[in-house]
C-alpha cells in the first residue's frame, strides 16, 4: 500500500491527516445519517485501532477573574495536541466555529478540527492564533 505524502506545513498535519483518514473510514463503513452519539462511538474506536490516543468528552474550566464561572465539554481531545468536535448537521456554521475557538482559547491550544457527518464528511481546520 502506498502512504500519501502529508503537506508538513500545517500544524499537527499527519496527526490531522491521520485523524481525517479515520473519519473517512467510519463514514465509509457506517454511512450517513447516523446520531452524533454514534459516530462518537465508532469514531473512538477508530482512533484505538490506528494508535492515536485520546480522551472524550473532556470538561474545560471557564474562568473569569481567576475563578470558575462554568464549564465546558469537547468531544475529544486528541493526543494533548488538538481538539476534535463533531456534528451532525447540513453544513457547519459560525456556532460551531466560534465554540471551537472559544476551546481552543480557553485550553490554550493551537488546532481544532469540526467533523460534520452528513452525507458526506466535511472537515473545518481551525487554528487559534492567539
Known amino acids: ?14 496527526l490531522s491527516h491521520e485523524i481525517i483518514g479515520a473519519a473517512f473510514e467510519v ?3 457506517i454511512g450517513p445519517g447516523k446520531p452524533e ?8 474506536k477508530e482512533l ?3 494508535g492515536i490516543k485520546y480522551s472524550e468528552q473532556v470538561q474545560i474550566d471557564l474562568i473569569y ?7 465546558r465539554r469537547v468531544d475529544f481531545l486528541v493526543e494533548d495536541k488538538l481538539i ?11 456556532g460551531e ?19 460534520l457527518f452528513s452525507q458526506e464528511v466535511k472537515i ?3 487554528v487559534n492564533l492567539t
Open 65 to 71: 477573574k481567576g475563578e470558575v464561572v462554568g464549564k
Open 48 to 50: 484505538f485501532l490506528r
Open 1 to 14: 500500500m502506498v502512504k500519501k505524502s502529508v503537506n508538513t506545513k500545517y500544524i499537527y498535519s499527519e
Open 97 to 115: 466555529i466560534a465554540q471551537l475557538y472559544e476551546y481552543l482559547r480557553l485550553k490554550k491550544m493551537k488546532l481544532g478540527l469540526i467533523i
Open 84 to 94: 476534535l468536535e463533531l456534528k451532525v448537521a447540513s453544513h457547519i456554521g459560525n
Open 27 to 29: 463514514q465509509n463503513y
Open 124 to 126: 473545518r481546520r481551525i
Open 37 to 44: 452519539k454514534t459516530y462518537q462511538r465508532v469514531l473512538a
